[in-house]
């Protein structure tokens, strides 16, 4: 590394360097420096970490606030082979760093957003760029290296054509305060995550702005404002503004889940709230709270908001908070906290903090939605949500491939269908509803139909489309051996005759207009036309065992006591075999599948849902 020297009159510069590891408050290299320049030759041995190198002179270094440490000089060290000590890798927030530098100092940084005299573009080889005096980033990594967890590290602008360098890692990590990403950021980590790759945001006001980088890197160049872009005019989806405003129009919880277009913020004498606000426990089944003793309700992470949170956009309408997706939020986001900051808006912005996590690709995005979650892992609860996400994303502990979705006391029996999921409650006759989201939803009764006696329901199914001349509906065989089908609506419906079903038949399901069905007594699995109410029912062979049928991706799938068992829906014998992915399956009673996912009731009334491949 070339450093350029000069005292801070612009003269020679006579004096020392002091390298320093910062996460391990080390020093690694002292040298005397004499001239303009200085080379540091980074040895192999160093470990990949965030360095500071200090530069002194006799003279007293005044003023010389924080912000305006100019004589330091900030960068990382990258794994020599990347993913070599660990599959985890931290990125350190430069981009942000270096848009706070002398934050409102005419045309020398990007900030404050409104003032005329702010800079669009500032020089990356320009004095200073550190952390600013909050230092929202190092708690955690103090974290890090107290508690061992080998890690590796790059620059936020590292991200910036990333996709060679997160390739090998199973887990990105941004922290503290991440606010500017380039589009080239927000690909290659979007494309690291969709194609399988873990994203852990233990952040705040995460991917605000875009920015573009300019003369081969040197230059960062953000507008905050389309009209005074020249590049809106040619390339818009480019413009340096918010991400979810036009011309770009990508909002960023697309990418993390959440927005702090829907949290908040306190500035000034609100930054005194920060250390009373606390999460709420929303959903203390899922394993992000796995060990933590926490129940829903419960408080937690006091301290953690810091002051910029993230959230999502919430519908409370079922008594549970969801995700209404229309911020931009994905549909498979569950939320496990919330904070209810809305009187922050005496003090700047009201609003909310969301922590969640959610599907994206074939990789998952857990976000702690908050700047200040560093500074509270002295929380045990803290500590152990951090281990779980850093655990289970990185490797480091095996993945249970089924994780609970929410509530299923007692019931019986589970079908999806248009967009809703189904269940038979545990009396056998109630027909219960919710919608088939990551969220933990409790269940609805259907109305019964007026003037007609529910009937008592041994199991259920439903097809995944319609095939003439079976419509599409939700289709149960009662306790005296009668096939009814019954419209899919959360509504009143009549359930109506549809044929007989094989004695003591418990499990159905149906795929490519047949439907299929499993007597116990005799592990018998059975086959009919869906929509020829008085066709016979045809003996196909052994049903391997199953207590539940469903149809995934146009295959049977069994539950029995072998584990999870499958079969084309040929109308031959052909015997069930094991599921391609082997994967450990609690004790079940009923099981359905939805979006490409495998759902299923446990015995113990968890809601537990599987990737399904």
Same mark, same amino acid.
Not at 57 to 79: N, Q, S
Not at 113 to 123: F, L, N, Y
Not at 136 to 159: A, I, K, M
Not at 330 to 336: G, I, T
């Given at each position: 590394m070339r450093f350029h020297v000069a005292a801070g009159d612009g003269g020679p510069f006579a004096g020392r360097v002091v390298?320093?590891?910062?996460?391990?408050?080390?020093?690694?290299?002292?040298?005397?420096?004499?001239?303009?320049?200085?080379?540091?030759?980074?040895?192999?041995?160093?470990?990949?970490?965030?360095?500071?190198?200090?530069?002194?002179?006799?003279?007293?270094?005044?003023?010389?606030?924080?912000?305006?440490?100019?004589?330091?000089?900030?960068?990382?060290?990258?794994?020599?082979?990347?993913?070599?000590?660990?599959?985890?890798?931290?990125?350190?927030?430069?981009?942000?760093?270096?848009?706070?530098?002398?934050?409102?100092?005419?045309?020398?940084?990007?900030?404050?957003?409104?003032?005329?005299?702010?800079?669009?573009?500032?020089?990356?080889?320009?004095?200073?760029?550190?952390?600013?005096?909050?230092?929202?980033?190092?708690?955690?990594?103090?974290?890090?290296?107290?508690?061992? *967890? %080998?890690?590796?590290?790059?620059? !936020?602008?590292?991200?910036?054509? /990333? $996709? &060679?360098?997160?390739?090998?890692?199973?887990? #990105?990590?941004?922290?503290?305060?991440?606010?500017?990403?380039?589009?080239?950021?927000?690909?290659?980590?979007?494309?690291?995550?969709?194609?399988?790759?873990?994203?852990?945001?233990?952040?705040?006001?995460?991917?605000?702005?875009?920015?573009?980088?300019?003369?081969?890197?040197?230059?960062?160049?953000?507008?905050?404002?389309?009209?005074?872009?020249?590049?809106?005019?040619?390339?818009?989806?480019?413009?340096?503004?918010?991400?979810?405003?036009?011309?770009?129009? *990508? %909002?960023?919880?697309?990418?993390? !889940?959440?927005?702090?277009?829907? /949290? $908040? &913020?306190?500035?000034?004498?609100?930054?005194? #709230?920060?250390?009373?606000?606390?999460?709420?426990?929303?959903?203390?089944?899922?394993?992000?709270?796995?060990?933590?003793?926490?129940?829903?309700?419960?408080?937690?992470?006091?301290?953690?908001?810091?002051?910029?949170?993230?959230?999502?956009?919430?519908?409370?309408?079922?008594?549970?908070?969801?995700?209404?997706?229309?911020?931009?939020?994905?549909?498979?986001?569950?939320?496990?906290?919330?904070?209810?900051?809305?009187?922050?808006?005496?003090?700047?912005?009201?609003?909310?903090a969301t922590m969640g996590v959610f599907r994206l690709g074939a990789g998952t995005v857990f976000n702690a939605a908050t700047i200040n979650w560093g500074r509270a892992l002295h929380d045990p609860v803290v500590d152990r949500i951090t281990r779980n996400v850093l655990d289970r994303f990185s490797g480091v502990v095996p993945v249970p491939r089924w994780h609970t979705i929410g509530p299923a006391p007692g019931l019986r029996a589970l079908a999806a269908c248009e967009g809703l999921l189904f269940a038979v409650a545990g009396d056998g006759r109630t027909l219960m509803h919710r919608e088939p989201s990551e969220q933990n939803l409790p269940w609805t009764a259907c109305p019964p139909a007026d003037g007609v006696p529910a009937p008592e329901l041994r199991c259920l199914t439903a097809p995944r489309e319609a095939s003439h001349p079976m419509p599409l509906a939700l289709l149960a065989v009662t306790d005296r051996d009668q096939l009814m089908y019954r419209a899919a609506v959360p509504g009143p419906a009549p359930w109506l005759p549809a044929g007989r079903a094989p004695a003591g038949t418990t499990a159905l399901a149906m795929c490519d207009n047949s439907l299929f069905a499993v007597t116990p007594h005799d592990n018998g699995l059975h086959q009919r036309p869906a929509g020829d109410f008085n066709a016979p029912w045809r003996l196909l062979g052994p049903a391997g065992k199953a207590t539940a049928l469903t149809v995934l991706g146009a295959r049977l799938h069994a539950v029995s006591p072998d584990g999870l068992l499958t079969r084309p829906p040929v109308l031959t014998e052909t015997p069930f075999a094991p599921w391609t992915t082997p994967t450990a399956l609690p004790p079940v009673r009923a099981l359905t599948a939805y979006a490409g996912r495998l759902l299923a009731v446990t015995e113990d009334d968890r809601l537990i849902s599987h990737p399904g491949r």
């Open positions: 390298v320093t590891d910062v996460v391990a408050e080390r020093v690694t290299a002292e040298a005397d420096v004499d001239g303009a320049g200085w080379t540091l030759d980074v040895p192999r041995t160093w470990s990949s970490s965030l360095y500071r190198a200090s530069f002194h002179d006799a003279r007293p270094e005044t003023p010389a606030p924080e912000r305006d440490a100019e004589h330091e000089v900030w960068f990382v060290v990258r794994a020599a082979r990347p993913a070599g000590s660990s599959a985890v890798l931290v990125s350190i927030p430069f981009p942000t760093w270096r848009a706070y530098h002398r934050a409102g100092e005419p045309d020398r940084s990007i900030y404050y957003a409104e003032q005329p005299t702010r800079a669009a573009r500032v020089s990356l080889t320009a004095p200073g760029g550190g952390p600013p005096p909050e230092r929202w980033e190092e708690p955690f990594l103090r974290w890090l290296h107290r508690t061992g *967890r %080998p890690v590796e590290y790059c620059s !936020g602008f590292d991200l910036h054509d /990333g $996709a &060679g360098l997160l390739a090998p890692y199973r887990l #990105l990590v941004v922290n503290g305060h991440d606010e500017y990403w380039t589009a080239e950021m927000r690909d290659a980590v979007e494309g690291f995550v969709r194609r399988g790759g873990n994203l852990g945001v233990l952040a705040g006001n995460t991917a605000w702005w875009q920015i573009r980088l300019e003369d081969d890197g040197r230059t960062m160049v953000c507008h905050r404002d389309a009209a005074a872009d020249p590049v809106s005019a040619v390339d818009p989806a480019r413009s340096t503004v918010e991400w979810s405003s036009s011309p770009v129009d *990508r %909002p960023e919880n697309t990418m993390t !889940g959440v927005s702090f277009r829907q /949290g $908040a &913020g306190a500035w000034g004498d609100g930054m005194d #709230l920060i250390g009373g606000e606390a999460y709420t426990v929303r959903f203390a089944d899922h394993w992000v709270f796995e060990g933590t003793g926490l129940r829903d309700g419960d408080a937690f992470a006091r301290g953690a908001m810091g002051y910029e949170t993230d959230a999502a956009e919430l519908d409370w309408s079922a008594g549970v908070p969801r995700a209404t997706g229309r911020d931009g939020t994905p549909r498979s986001f569950a939320v496990l906290a919330t904070a209810d900051l809305r009187h922050w808006r005496t003090y700047g912005q009201g609003g909310w």
